[in-house]
């Protein structure tokens, strides 16, 4: 059965009928939030970083919400295969002990995953920052108003703030929470982020673990990240918040073609946007993006015939160990995924589908 399917906008659709998929056309690449669901796309973005894009020699950037800018500052290290299938390991044996009576706590869960992190990129900053292709954009969500600062009262009544904002208006739910990129402070993105209000910090060594931390904290289940060095103060949350699937203006860009690994061919633009599906149809904006996505007949025939996702730590409960091997599987069958790009990408010439 094939596992790949590739969605396009119309510019990059015609790109791709005239010349394929090359390299060199790549401009950005893009990593959505979306937890476990990430996983399938691990061999393939080992292809990708480690052997498709290692002799290119133009400026790519990398941008990534949760699990998607773990992704892509492993992509920026010395040996992004080695980094990323690390990153494939801990995600899959992370476990989490609970309170008795109480349940597993979120500043827990923050301190292992922080910790975790730091064990990934405490020492590389160099390599993250200063790789000579790549330039990093990690997103977060910033509070304002009652969100500006955690609490286990001003949290809640925020969050029901921001949702109820949302059904009204996307762009509103800026009054709730912003949009705050760290970006490599050497070239900024290649597109206009006119839609959201935005603010965006000078990414650094002091400050690229806690980014990443905050981009992949999911309120409610790990702590807020405040007050992060170099950014406004505030409470940081998921990137995911704000930008879950990163539906940006990317058709803005002077040239070149947006590459997206993706667990689904939808692109939903903010977390409270899951159940509004009017919203998650394609835009103007994608017209210069190739999306990269599992067949949604190949995905039943994953362990339970689904992605991997956070409803498996309730499923499977106190077996960590099955829910681990479900896991494996999983990452195991979506080599695949791979075999088929690296094949698709030697063709001259590729019929995509639209996006939808």
Request: charged share 20%.
């Amino acid at each position: 059965m094939q596992a790949l399917q590739i969605h396009a906008g119309a510019r990059a659709r015609q790109r791709l009928r005239e010349r394929g998929l090359q390299p060199e056309d790549v401009r950005v690449i893009a990593g959505a939030a979306g937890g476990p669901k990430g996983l399938v796309l691990n061999p393939l973005d080992q292809l990708l970083f480690g052997r498709w894009l290692a002799d290119t020699t133009h400026t790519v950037h990398l941008v990534g919400a949760s699990i998607g800018a773990w992704r892509m500052v492993c992509a920026t290290l010395d040996d992004p295969a080695a980094a990323l299938q690390r990153l494939a390991t801990d995600y899959i044996e992370q476990r989490y002990d609970s309170v008795p009576g109480r349940g597993t706590l979120a500043k827990q869960m923050s301190e292992i995953f922080g910790a975790r992190l730091r064990e990934h990129f405490e020492g590389h900053e160099a390599q993250a920052l200063g790789h000579a292709r790549y330039r990093l954009h990690v997103f977060t969500s910033l509070g304002r108003g009652l969100l500006k600062r955690e609490g286990r009262v001003r949290t809640p009544l925020g969050y029901l703030g921001a949702f109820t904002t949302n059904l009204v208006s996307r762009r509103a739910m800026g009054g709730w929470l912003q949009r705050v990129i760290f970006s490599d402070q050497r070239e900024p993105l290649p597109f206009h982020l006119h839609d959201y209000r935005t603010h965006q910090v000078p990414l650094t060594p002091d400050n690229l673990s806690p980014a990443v931390l905050a981009s992949c904290s999911i309120p409610f289940l790990l702590a807020a990240v405040h007050d992060i060095p170099g950014a406004p103060r505030g409470a940081y949350w998921d990137g995911g918040i704000t930008d879950y699937h990163l539906h940006l203006d990317y058709a803005s860009m002077a040239d070149g073609l947006v590459l997206y690994p993706h667990f689904q061919r939808h692109l939903v633009p903010g977390w409270l946007d899951k159940a509004l599906k009017h919203r998650h149809r394609a835009s103007e904006r994608l017209a210069n993006v190739v999306v990269l996505a599992p067949h949604p007949e190949w995905v039943k025939t994953l362990p339970n015939g689904k992605l991997p996702d956070r409803s498996d730590f309730k499923a499977y409960g106190t077996d960590a160990e099955g829910r681990m091997r479900a896991w494996r599987s999983a990452l195991a069958h979506s080599r695949q995924l791979a075999d088929e790009f690296e094949q698709l990408a030697t063709q001259s010439s590729i019929d995509a589908l639209p996006l939808s």
